[in-house]
């Protein structure tokens, strides 16, 4: 399957979602009572255990890893070259801090974490 059919399908899915939430907040706020058969079922039921959610194991956290400021201004540096460059300042933001020289040491393996999930 290309990957513009999987991206349309989501889409498609997401426009479901909004309806349906739509839908949802409409009834909240006129005071209605509702029930789940009121909402039109999209996706099958799950008939495979393996593919439940309940049955996906958690995925085990590695323990973060030591890292110097040096590194992650090199990612970031990277990162934002690379045409992330708000994603990056919003995430130095979300840490409360205007530069990352400033950024506490304890903070510096999330934040290379979060860094590299971008």
Known sequence: MSQIKLLLD???DLKHLSDSL???AKAV????????????QIYPPVEDENTAIDAVPEKE????????????????????????RKEVKALVMKYGVQSLSVLPE?????????????
């Open 29 to 40: 706020v006129q005071n209605e009572k509702i029930s789940l058969n009121d909402f039109e």
């Open 106 to 118: 304890d903070k510096l393996p999330e934040f290379m974490a979060e860094l590299e999930a971008m």
């Open 61 to 84: 956290t590695e323990p973060l890893k030591a890292v110097t400021l040096e590194e992650i201004r090199g990612l970031a540096a990277a990162k934002a070259q690379s045409g992330l």
């Open 10 to 12: 989501v889409v498609s």
């Open 22 to 24: 739509e839908e949802y």
